[in-house]
């Protein structure tokens, strides 16, 4: 009699815990489709179905699946590789479309390397809350899917390396310096600029270049970073060719930065560098690194320096 009793409680128990399991997939709310809405720009694949149930069963089966959207007159679905929590801006009303998110073990944006992240935000956006630490990217370098670190607090992948700002001139050797506070590996580096301006001729100031066209073309900057013993990391596109000034070496073009811009990011580095605690790197202004024509140079540029670490 008591077996008996008991073990309906434990069928009546089950029962129970499986609805409330199958309703809330660890944990969470469940998620419902939304009639009328789609998201768009991110499907990564379709499939003809008779129902969106189908759709569901196929998406839980690959990692990449984070969303559906449901094409109702054409019986196909679309599988999408965001949310639109990650996306707001592309969740976008259809009226013969219907959206439904991954229901049971979506993977977390970033968290492998078949669903890289394009950033730190979109992860944390994605995820409503994540943790520092690595994660995929597609964005450090194009066709590939790369581990980089995430500070979640900073929402950047960027660790700031100076404590005071790092200053430097335009003549006489008067590079910056610092120095690494952690070891690791580096994809790239960037400055962002606190104070001052440097000039290349009389009456030519800028935060990190020399506005003369004639003489450096679209090469304008010419904020270098070095190793200690003065030898250039490869962080840009740099001139190889003199025009006859001798001051060309060293300058260079980055796409969206100007002689005049917040922030001096630098390209990628052609490998990630491994890089030591203590590790001390120059600033220079690519004319005095050259010592060329610095005679009439003048002036000083400060900013911090930030490292983006794997
Ligand atoms: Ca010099
Ligand atoms: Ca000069």
Same mark, same amino acid.
């Given at each position: 009699?008591?077996?008996?009793? =008991?073990?309906?409680?434990?069928?009546?128990?089950?029962?129970?815990?499986?609805?409330?399991?199958?309703?809330?997939?660890?944990?969470?709310?469940?998620?419902?489709?939304?009639? *009328?809405?789609?998201?768009? *720009?991110?499907?990564?694949?379709?499939? $003809? @179905?008779?129902?969106?149930?189908?759709?569901?069963?196929?998406?839980?089966?690959?990692?990449?699946?984070?969303?559906?959207?449901?094409?109702?007159?054409?019986?196909?679905?679309?599988?999408?590789?965001?949310?639109?929590?990650?996306?707001?801006?592309?969740?976008?009303?259809?009226?013969?479309?219907?959206?439904?998110?991954?229901?049971?073990?979506?993977?977390?944006? *970033?968290?492998?390397?078949?669903?890289?992240?394009?950033?730190?935000?979109?992860?944390?956006?994605?995820?409503?809350?994540?943790?520092? *630490?690595?994660?995929?990217?597609?964005?450090?370098?194009?066709?590939?899917?790369?581990?980089?670190?995430?500070?979640?607090?900073?929402?950047?992948?960027?660790?700031?390396?100076?404590?005071?700002? =790092?200053?430097?001139? @335009?003549?006489?050797?008067?590079?910056?310096?610092?120095?690494?506070?952690?070891?690791?590996?580096?994809?790239?580096?960037?400055?962002?600029?606190?104070?001052?301006?440097?000039?290349?001729?009389?009456?030519?100031?800028?935060?990190?270049?020399?506005?003369?066209?004639?003489?450096?073309?679209?090469?304008?900057? $010419?904020?270098?970073?070095?190793?200690?013993?003065?030898?250039? $990391?490869?962080?840009?596109?740099?001139?190889?060719?003199?025009?006859?000034?001798?001051?060309?070496?060293?300058?260079?073009?980055?796409?969206?930065?100007?002689?005049?811009?917040?922030?001096?990011?630098?390209?990628? $580095?052609?490998?990630?560098?491994?890089?030591?605690?203590?590790?001390?790197?120059?600033?220079?202004?690519?004319?005095?690194?050259?010592?060329?024509?610095?005679?009439?140079?003048?002036?000083?540029?400060?900013?911090? =320096?930030?490292?983006?670490?794997?």
């Amino acid at each position: 009699m008591t077996a008996r009793i =008991v073990f309906r409680i434990s069928v009546l128990v089950l029962l129970l815990y499986s609805a409330v399991t199958q309703k809330c997939p660890g944990g969470g709310p469940s998620e419902r489709s939304i009639l *009328g809405w789609m998201l768009q *720009g991110h499907v990564y694949d379709t499939l $003809l @179905a008779e129902r969106p149930f189908t759709c569901v069963l196929k998406c839980r089966e690959d990692n990449r699946c984070q969303s559906l959207n449901w094409v109702i007159s054409l019986l196909t679905c679309e599988f999408n590789n965001r949310t639109k929590e990650a996306r707001p801006e592309d969740f976008i009303r259809n009226p013969d479309r219907s959206y439904y998110r991954r229901d049971l073990e979506r993977v977390p944006l *970033g968290s492998i390397q078949e669903l890289p992240a394009e950033s730190c935000d979109e992860i944390k956006r994605s995820e409503g809350r994540a943790v520092s *630490g690595k994660y995929w990217f597609s964005t450090v370098k194009s066709g590939t899917s790369v581990l980089a670190h995430c500070n979640m607090d900073t929402n950047e992948n960027w660790k700031k390396i100076n404590i005071d700002p =790092v200053c430097f001139g @335009a003549r006489d050797d008067s590079y910056g310096v610092f120095k690494i506070k952690d070891s690791g590996v580096i994809y790239s580096f960037k400055l962002v600029y606190l104070n001052g301006s440097v000039s290349c001729a009389p009456g030519f100031y800028s935060y990190w270049g020399c506005h003369i066209p004639s003489q450096y073309k679209d090469k304008t900057l $010419l904020t270098v970073i070095t190793f200690k013993n003065n030898s250039a $990391l490869m962080l840009a596109d740099y001139e190889k060719l003199d025009y006859g000034h001798g001051c060309q070496y060293y300058s260079y073009y980055i796409e969206g930065v100007g002689v005049n811009h917040p922030e001096l990011q630098f390209n990628i $580095l052609p490998s990630p560098m491994s890089v030591f605690v203590g590790q001390e790197f120059h600033i220079w202004f690519g004319a005095d690194l050259k010592n060329c024509s610095e005679d009439n140079n003048s002036g000083q540029t400060c900013a911090d =320096v930030y490292a983006w670490y794997a």
